[in-house]
């Protein structure tokens, strides 16, 4: 069995300087470890892992023996993802906002001639939603949802796909919604800057496919469905057939390993919901 260690982490002194100062500001923290990478398993990387359908999948990787990496903005007020790592040691904690350009490059040093296998761009935000709605459109909200939910993924993405490019499975999988498809949202007038950064995606996510096909590598879009998350709690969503967290990320891990280059063509690289459905755009 060959371990990784990274020798990227800072020395010792530091780490406990950082404790000191974390701990006297009254704030839980998580303690810096070398992440451990078995390399003959299969590894993950998921952004957002600290709560909703990131955790539910962190956690369903970590049951199959995966090696996780598992990001979040703030590590320190993760305490679920990590209480996921005390029950699991192939699951790695990292500090990433997707929206640094620093932290990125910073994390795929880290990790530097590591396969990861697959490369899940979880991370999005609703975006406060009185400021997405005609007649009030918040210039400020629009860049913030679009940083998180489009460019983002393509950022992330560009750091990692030497990555990528040297595990077995080759794939990069970003999480869409049915709200950025035209044609189910056509008569709804709300959500316009989070409807907006989807359909981008969308379309970000084709290209990346176009681009890297030749490498062998697979870019593709899943999409949750109705989770009964925070995320829509915050949109208001009071309709029916919501599905928890856990089941969806079941439903997605298995999409997941079903994709191919194949199925991309025939479904015309559109977005695969969590009931195997082919949205439309």
Known sequence: MKIFKSDQIKPLTMVMIAVFLFASAGTKVIASEHPTIDQDKSTVLITGSNRGIGLALAQNYAEQGWNVIATCRKPNRAAELASLKKEYSNVNIEQLDVTSQEQIVALAKKYNGIPIDVLLNNAGILGEVKDQVFGALNEQTFEQVFAV??????????AFIEHVSMS???????????????QITANQSYFYFYRMSKAALNMAVVAMNASLRKQGIISAL????????????????????????????????????????????????????????VLPW
């Open 149 to 158: 939910n489009t460019l983002a993924p393509l950022k992330v993405s560009e």
């Open 222 to 277: 899943i999409a949750p469905g109705q989770v009964d998350t925070k995320l829509l709690a915050e949109s208001g969503y009071r309709g029916p057939n919501k599905i928890t967290p856990d089941e969806s990320a079941k439903s997605l891990i298995n999409i997941i390993d079903t994709l191919s280059q194949e199925t991309l063509k025939e479904n015309g690289n559109k977005a695969i919901n969590v009931d195997e459905r």
């Open 168 to 182: 077995q499975q080759k794939k990069i999988v970003s999480m869409t919604s049915g709200l950025g498809s035209m």
